[in-house]
């Protein structure tokens, strides 16, 4: 089973950035795509944005050319830059990974974005 963990969320007010982080262990095998996912309150968990362990990544429309995914394979990690902030982005942050056996989530952070 894959271990997650994430940091970086917070309060922020709108127009502002957020980077948030997520560290991988505990995975017998290799970790593919790695994205973030969110849930707002009395909303379903969305999809924010992923990556694969190639690269190639994939956004939600709403997010587009506001945030930024990467990650760093030989850490494990996957990274959330998000930038000018709005207050519809408060939710809390969700980190997946997933292996060919196993699709892993993290505990979530809360990121709320005042006006």
């Known amino acids: 089973q894959v271990q997650l963990v994430e940091s970086g969320g917070g309060l922020v007010q709108a127009g502002g950035s957020l980077r948030l982080s997520c560290a991988a262990s505990?995975?017998?095998?290799?970790?593919?795509?790695m994205g973030w996912y969110r849930q707002a309150p009395g909303k379903q968990r969305e999809l924010v944005a992923t990556?694969?362990?190639?690269?190639?990544?994939d956004y939600a429309d709403s997010v587009k050319g506001r945030f930024g995914i990467s990650r760093d394979n030989a850490k494990n990690a996957v990274y959330l830059q998000m930038n000018s902030l709005k207050p519809e982005d408060t939710a809390v942050y969700y980190c997946?990974?997933?292996?060919?056996?196993?699709?892993?989530w993290g505990q979530g952070t809360q990121v709320t974005v005042s006006s």
């Open positions: 997946n990974a997933r292996t060919v056996f196993t699709n892993n």
């Open positions: 990556i694969t362990r190639g690269g190639t990544t």
């Open positions: 505990g995975s017998g095998s290799t970790i593919n795509t």
